[in-house]
């Protein structure tokens, strides 16, 4: 039998989209507690994307509670690249 176990630190991006995913979830459950909520956020050179499948009467605000995470660690709400501005994907 083979184990593996990955680990990352407190700063990863992977912890911090894992976060902006459990604020939507947090978000749905706090509004309507009968929901069914799966949602995983990715990030690939500033483009943000929020994938997933929400049944339920509550639709959250997605860029707000992103904004809203990122000012709560310190991230501008509006990332600014050479590329232009960061891009979100819903």
Do not use: W
């Not at 176990?5 to 912890?15: L, N």
């Not at 605000?61 to 310190?74: H, R």
């Not at 501008?76 to 994907?89: F, I, M």
């Amino acid at each position: 039998m083979l184990f593996i176990i990955g680990q990352v630190s407190s700063g990863h991006p992977d912890k911090i989209y894992d976060q902006i995913s459990d604020a939507i979830v947090t978000d749905c459950l706090l509004n309507d507690r009968g929901n069914r909520v799966a949602v995983e956020c990715m990030i690939k050179d500033y483009d943000i994307s929020i994938a997933g499948e929400i049944a339920s009467g509550h639709m959250p605000e997605f860029k707000d509670l992103t904004y809203c995470f990122q000012a709560g660690i310190g991230l501008p709400d509006h990332v600014h690249t050479a590329h232009g501005p960061a891009k979100y994907l819903l």
